[in-house]
DNA sequence: CCACTTAATTTAGCCGTACG
DNA sequence: CGTACGGCTAAATTAAGTGG
């Protein structure tokens, strides 16, 4: 509401501009009119309004129409110039190419997905994406607030739940497997129940508070197993488990990991365990933007062939 | 103090019509 | 024929009141 001595605020009715251009264009306000949608009466209102605005006539009668003052014709390039640029910036379909764009996406994620979707990720953004940096970071109670806000771009894990104005994705469904090291004394081409129980076991435990899904199974049968390790790092376990006799049961991908690099051999649970979903989930505001579209494709494709 | 209704004022636009 | 203007309506803004 400033009516201070600079005269144009923003206040003014940047319609008036759209009007102007027409007016002009035509050189009449009957077409003008109809070429803006409005009824003659409306635009010579239009005009009206205009003229007190600019304080010049603008369009003045002649025998020959309506031809624009000398003041008009001054105004009129510069008007059309800043109309095309606001077309311009407002109708563009936002894109996204990540063969060029520069710029980062932060994924709060756990260490299983860094594991078994980050390499594939990576490798595809220096051949899709050669100037797209990605951080990832450990998600925490933040996240939900920081997804909000736009620091955190997206989180993927274990999500079964997520608070209104967020969307999920299933990305993997996924079950599990047991390594045992090759040439282990005991395993031989089938794991059972007797062997499972009676040898020690590794468990991998982030927060090392022990008991996870095997543990539940296996006190439903009335048995239990002994956790010889517990230890929060999957690829120090790896390590471990390769060079020791433990029987060390994780997410079927991750056994996979394991089995590339280092000598171990991959079994099937003499239980059913069950299994578990990972989603990727992002905050409403990001759900039309391009770049994010394209992130979020990238996950589900390396997800489902994964 | 804030959120929500309701009343008053302003504004844009349409119609009909006067006027050049 | 085409523009300008008064009258009128609907929508938007603002102001004022009301209840929690």
Not at 2 to 12: D, F, K, Q
Not at 193 to 200: D, E, G
Request: proline share 7%; charged share 20%.
């Amino acid at each position: 509401m400033g009516h201070m001595h600079s005269v144009h605020l923003a206040s003014i009715d940047l319609n008036l501009l759209v009007v102007f251009d027409a007016l002009l264009a035509e050189g009449s306000v009957t077409r003008a009119a109809a070429r803006v949608g409005l009824s003659q009466s409306a635009m010579s209102h239009a005009l009206g309004r205009l003229r007190t605005l600019i304080d010049d006539p603008i369009l003045v009668r002649t025998p020959r129409g309506m031809i624009p003052t000398p003041r008009a014709q001054e105004l009129i390039g510069p008007i059309r110039e800043a109309l095309a640029q606001i077309e311009a910036t407002v109708a563009r379909r936002p894109r996204f190419d990540p063969a060029t764009a520069r710029r980062s996406f932060a994924v709060a994620t756990v260490d299983y997905v860094e594991l078994i979707l980050l390499p594939r990720l990576v490798q595809k953004l220096f051949t899709d994406a050669p100037f797209v940096d990605l951080i990832a970071r450990p998600y925490d109670s933040d996240m939900w607030s920081s997804m909000e806000t736009g620091k955190v771009d997206l989180a993927i894990g274990l999500l079964p739940t997520v608070p209104a104005g967020f969307y999920r994705q299933r990305l993997i469904e996924e079950h599990y497997m047991c390594v045992v090291r090759k040439n282990h004394p005991v395993v031989g081409s089938k794991l059972n129940i007797k062997t499972y129980t009676s040898l020690p076991h590794a468990l991998i435990s982030p927060r090392g508070d022990g008991g996870g899904r095997v543990d539940e199974v296996l006190a439903e049968r009335g048995l239990s197993r002994r956790v010889a390790l517990q230890i929060p790092h999957f690829l120090v376990a790896a390590h471990i488990v390769a060079q020791t006799d433990l029987v060390l049961t994780v997410p079927a991908r991750i056994a996979r990991v394991f089995a590339e690099m280092e000598a171990l051999r991959i079994m099937k649970p003499p239980v059913e365990l069950g299994g578990f979903s990972l989603d990727q989930v992002w905050h409403e505001r990001q759900a039309k933007d391009p770049a994010h579209i394209w992130l979020r494709g990238i996950f589900a494709e390396i997800a489902r062939d994964s």
